[in-house]
């Protein structure tokens, strides 16, 4: 791999763009962020994996609610047309 690769942020799509490599997968959401690539689309479902993220709230935080309000948001569907457009699925 040539030093442009370490050196790239979406180091992934770069190869891609920069033609040392004709495909590459990455996450939908990183794909989409990066202007130097194009998506094809998404892996068939028997192939695809998802990413689950999980939130929690440290024992001694003093934002306990704040925390609690923040994972609400981000579970409700109020935020869900914008996840989705920033690539991802929300359950």
């Known amino acids: 791999m040539s030093a442009d690769y370490y050196g790239?942020?979406?180091?992934?799509t770069c190869v891609v763009a920069n033609g040392e490599i004709e495909l590459g997968l990455q996450q939908i959401s990183e794909i989409?962020?990066?202007?130097?690539?194009e998506l094809a689309g998404p892996l068939p479902a028997a192939i695809q994996n998802y990413t689950l993220f999980a939130?929690?709230?440290?024992?001694t935080s003093?934002?306990?609610?704040?925390g609690k309000a923040l994972i609400g948001?981000?579970?409700?569907p109020a935020a869900a047309a914008g996840?989705?457009?920033?690539?991802?699925e929300p359950l």
């Open 73 to 76: 948001f981000l579970s409700s």
């Open 55 to 59: 939130a929690g709230i440290g024992t």
């Open 32 to 37: 989409i962020e990066a202007s130097n690539v």
């Open 8 to 12: 790239c942020r979406q180091h992934r």
């Open 62 to 66: 003093i934002y306990v609610d704040a």
């Open 83 to 88: 996840l989705r457009s920033k690539g991802f």
